[in-house]
């Protein structure tokens, strides 16, 4: 079994999309909610396991996502981008 995946894919069957193809927002979302399902402790322990890995998974694609926006904002700053405020200017709030 795919580790990014949870369900077989069978009708009435619970499938999840592959993680690599979540972006952020879906990623968080998802992990948010296995969150509150593992919290409830209401399942056995194989399927408690599988939503774990999904979990792991999950926080994994988020940090990716993370790390890609934080490279883009540290690359605009250290281009010294003209539409950028420059350092220690007032906000325009």
Known sequence: MNSDAVGTGQPKENAFPPVAEL?????RDELVEIVKILEHGQMPLDESLRFWERGEAL????????????NRVEAILRSGDADAPAEGAPDSE
């Open 23 to 27: 972006n952020y927002e879906a990623a």
């Open 59 to 70: 926080a994994r694609r988020c940090e990716e996502h993370l790390d890609g926006a934080r």
